[in-house]
């Protein structure tokens, strides 16, 4: 009889009589707005985690790798010999600093030295190219620019820049300058990036830098395997039968993996104050059921209905409403989503100044785990504010079903 009774109320409930129009439009109403809290929320964390795995692969494909092994130049032939199907590549690079400079102006760049061979298939999907990489004509060196450095220092593709390179080691080469000329220029979309690193050809960076100090060998790994890196490394060091010195991305590029960690749960912070005050606004359905239901609830518990009856039905129907908005909102962000990438891409075209120093060129990713959980922190804060609503039920005396209209 308890239960028949709150699903017969239930029902009334989440499907009004023809002759309650009003309360029918004042549900609908409540989901469309609900949907409309949720949208934004979806589309910011699909654009906020595109865009950190987008900068990240950046700077892992282009710049250090995911593995970074210190050995000797023989052993470093050996790596590139071994045999791993969680390796995607092993290449032998030296990498050093210096200044660029040009008649118009000067940078500060991280030089890295690679053969043509580096830049295989994952890494070109990260780059647009204007020239052939590395190609060497002549004499002088090589070394391919980004278009962000090359506006910079107003030089292209055959005009010749300085260096000025300073290695670790000053006691025995000193300051040298050099003189090189720009075979290529890249564009990887990332203006942090673009803006402070160029390639040289590695047979001649080996010249201005100490081998044995700014070499080392770069492992990227499959993408099915980033989460083994400490068991590949494991690997290799039984296969070689010694320790060497290593890093892994995360630890050669702290500051920005520890700036993505703090903006990533700094994000999720406000995502759960959004929520709040959602849930507020879901109280604020219940506080609104409640009051137009007032003389009905008398009714109810003059006729010997339960409190927790009452309560559990209009807890079910404003939790029903708050799901069907939750849904249709989280379904329609992505949609959206999904298409994100069309709009990114016209931004990135449009040349918006202001647009520049952002990353728009990214996967769009979207993690159902954190679209759960934000699902489920919804409906759990919503409980809470919907129930300390409810409450109000209990007060509600049998006397009130005398009140007028």
Same mark, same amino acid.
């Given at each position: ?10 029902? &009334?409930?989440? =499907? ?24 934004? =929320? ?36 050996? !790596? ?74 107003? #030089? ?34 990332? &203006?942090? !990036? ?82 709040? #005050? ?10 609104? =059921? ?12 003059? #006729?010997?209905?339960? &409190? ?14 708050? !799901? ?46 954190? =679209? ?34």
């Amino acid at each position: 009889m308890k239960v028949s009774f709150s699903l017969w109320l239930y029902g &009334h409930l989440i =499907l009004p009589r023809e002759q309650t129009r009003y309360a029918t439009r004042r549900l609908l109403r409540s989901i469309v707005l609900i949907a409309v809290v949720m949208v934004p =929320l979806v589309l910011a964390l699909i654009f906020m985690d595109g865009m950190m795995s987008g900068i990240t692969d950046k700077y892992i494909l282009l710049q250090d790798g995911h593995i970074q092994i210190y050995v000797s130049p023989e052993e470093e032939l050996l !790596l590139n010999d071994f045999n791993d199907a969680r390796i995607a590549s092993a290449d032998q690079v030296v990498t050093g600093y210096g200044i660029i400079y040009s008649r118009e102006t000067t940078a500060e760049v991280k030089i890295k030295g690679v053969e043509t061979t580096y830049f295989n298939e994952m890494r070109r999907e990260q780059l647009e190219f204007t020239g052939e990489p590395l190609s060497q004509e002549g004499s002088l060196t090589t070394v391919m620019i980004s278009e962000v450095l090359s506006k910079t220092l107003g #030089v292209g593709i055959g005009d010749r820049v300085a260096f000025m390179i300073v290695p670790e080691n000053t006691s025995r080469t000193g300051i040298r300058p050099v003189l090189a000329v720009v075979s290529a220029l890249y564009a990887s979309g990332y &203006h942090e !990036l673009d803006s402070s690193l160029i390639f040289m050809n590695r047979k001649d960076a080996v010249k201005y830098f100490p081998q044995r100090q700014n070499s080392y060998t770069e492992l990227l790994v499959k993408g099915s395997a980033v989460d083994q890196l400490a068991a590949i490394i494991e690997t290799l060091q039984v296969k070689f039968a010694q320790d060497f010195d290593y890093a892994t991305w995360d630890e050669f590029n702290t500051t920005v993996y520890q700036n993505f960690i703090t903006s990533r749960q700094v994000i999720l912070m406000v995502f759960l104050l959004i929520l709040l #005050v959602a849930g507020v606004y879901v109280a604020s359905i219940a506080q609104e =059921l409640v009051q137009d239901s007032m003389q009905a609830i008398a009714l109810f518990k003059t #006729v010997g209905a339960l &409190h927790t009856q009452l309560i559990a039905s209009y807890f079910a129907t404003v939790m029903t409403v708050t !799901l069907l908005g939750l849904l249709c909102g989280m379904v329609i962000g992505v949609l959206i989503g999904s298409q994100l990438g069309v709009l990114l891409h016209w931004l990135g075209s449009s040349k918006i100044a202001g647009l520049q120093y952002y990353l728009l060129d990214f996967p769009i990713i979207i993690k159902w785990k954190d =679209l759960l959980l934000i699902g489920l922190s919804m409906l759990g804060i919503s409980s809470v504010t919907v129930l300390c609503t409810l409450h109000r039920i209990r007060v509600i005396s049998p006397l009130e079903v005398l009140q007028q209209d």
